[in-house]
């Protein structure tokens, strides 16, 4: 418990993205594009700002759509961010992955998704095994829509799903009843998008456990391969949507632990692989093995592409060189792709303690275990180079989170819920800078 009520990053990424740097040069990422390996397989991240209502436990980058104006103005800088993009790279760049989020893509006209899907296929060579895959919020998905993903190749979506319950979806502003999931799911799988994930939530106000094992027990009757079970997290400081939420309803740390842990433990039930921090797969799904799993900005994934691109407002992109970051706000996108300039705004160049220490959080997240030593070796440090995070492991070792041998980690069963916190002895600039970040758990 105590680690619970702790705050520690999600590690999508590391360093996190509080850290990364404002003013980051575009020279430096025009560099870094040109310098990509042609032969090495990329991925893609195309991110759509904009939804057609507020969810008020929304935590992400949006604007609301009220008119589809602005959406297509929006669609015309994307497009030409991907010329300033493919312009850059050498030759035409393979895409093994390719990931669509926002915000909701699926405000998105059928035409529009089409002709944007198109254009990828002309300026990248999209490997024909590729994973396309989108977010979708089941409110906005037309047949119409549904035809299209299947049409242009998309094989995985992912359904924010949250909670069941009537009480806790109009607490919450959005109100999707199951029948509408259920239709979605079976709409989707029928088009040929066949691998369905997910996404639910504990932590929601008035959400009791007993609601969230029904939700639990409803989404499982549909199959999804994947779940992703979040917990809600509460920072009205930095989203002010989330000031609709009555605090007051929301449930304790000690409650919150509890939902979180049954639900688990009825999707195991359920015969579901308990994946990393918060993702439960089917067995036959890659990521209950034996594909390696990494972690990025769109939490788990199976993609080992060393270099993802964002495209789109807000969106980060990783290079094998670091990371960078494009500006969040759409009329200073326009103007940046309009004049020809990548449109990013911070960024983080990695050095050598950086690559080694996102790697053996990667792996603490992913494996809840690391070799330390084989990790240090692997980047020509030193075997006793993490000495004194030995030594801050301790404490977690004697309230049983982690075991600590010679050279290895290994969280605990126990420790999984807080692997946050044991990663978070890894994290060279936390508290550094100050950055605030969601509860463990
Ligand atoms: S649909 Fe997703 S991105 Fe849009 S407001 Fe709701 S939670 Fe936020």
Same mark, same amino acid.
């Given at each position: 418990m105590k680690y619970a009520t702790a705050r520690a990053p999600r590690?999508? =990424?590391?360093?996190?993205?509080?850290h990364f740097q404002k003013g980051f040069p575009e020279a430096t990422y025009r560099t870094w594009l040109a310098r990509q390996d042609a032969a090495a397989p990329i991925s893609l991240y195309l991110h759509v700002p904009f939804c057609r209502r507020m969810c008020w436990y929304c935590g992400c980058s949006m604007k609301l759509a009220r008119r589809y104006g602005p959406v297509s103005d929006y669609l015309d800088s994307l497009l030409a961010e991907i010329d300033l993009v493919t312009g850059t790279m050498p030759g035409r760049q393979r895409v093994a992955h390719v990931h669509w989020g926002g915000g909701s893509p699926t405000v998105l006209s059928s035409g529009d998704l089409s002709m944007v899907m198109k254009t990828l296929h002309r300026r990248f060579?999209?490997? =024909?095994?590729a994973e396309i895959a989108i977010e979708i919020d089941p409110r906005t998905l037309s047949d119409e829509l549904i035809a299209v993903l299947g049409g242009e190749g998309f094989n995985r979506a992912s359904l924010g799903v949250q909670e069941f319950d009537p009480k806790v979806q109009t607490a919450i502003n959005r109100e999707q009843p199951f029948p509408m999931v259920a239709q979605a799911t079976s709409g989707l799988r029928d088009a040929g998008v066949s691998a369905i994930n997910f996404d639910l939530m504990y932590g929601l106000p008035f959400q009791t456990t007993a609601m969230l094992s029904r939700t639990v027990d409803m989404a499982v009757g549909l199959r999804p391969d994947r779940i992703a079970l979040f917990g809600y997290a509460h920072v009205p400081w930095m989203a002010k949507n989330q000031r609709m939420i009555p605090e007051d309803a929301l449930p304790n740390a000690a409650e919150r632990l509890e939902q979180s842990e049954v639900a688990a433990e009825r999707l195991v039930s359920h015969g579901y692989r308990r994946i990393g921090l918060d993702h439960f797969a089917l067995p036959d799904d890659p990521m209950a093995g034996p594909a390696r799993l990494r972690r990025n900005f769109q939490g788990y994934t199976t993609d080992t592409a060393d270099t993802l691109i964002g495209l789109g407002a807000s969106s980060i992109s990783a290079l094998p060189q670091g990371y960078v970051q494009n500006v969040t706000e759409t009329g200073a996108y326009a103007r940046a792709v309009r004049d020809g300039v990548l449109p990013v705004v911070k960024g983080r160049v990695l050095d050598d303690d950086d690559r080694l220490r996102r790697s053996v959080i990667e792996r603490l997240m992913c494996d809840l275990e690391v070799d330390l030593v084989e990790e240090a070796q692997r980047f020509g440090a030193q075997p006793d180079y993490f000495e004194p995070e030995m030594a801050r492991l301790s404490d977690l070792q004697d309230d049983g989170l982690v075991v600590i041998s010679d050279r290895c980690v290994v969280i605990t069963e126990a420790g999984r819920p807080v692997m946050r916190a044991v990663a978070s002895v890894f994290d060279a600039y936390l508290n550094v800078e100050g950055a605030r970040h969601s509860k463990i758990a």
């Open positions: 590690y999508t =990424s590391y360093p996190t993205a509080p060579a999209v490997l =024909s095994d």
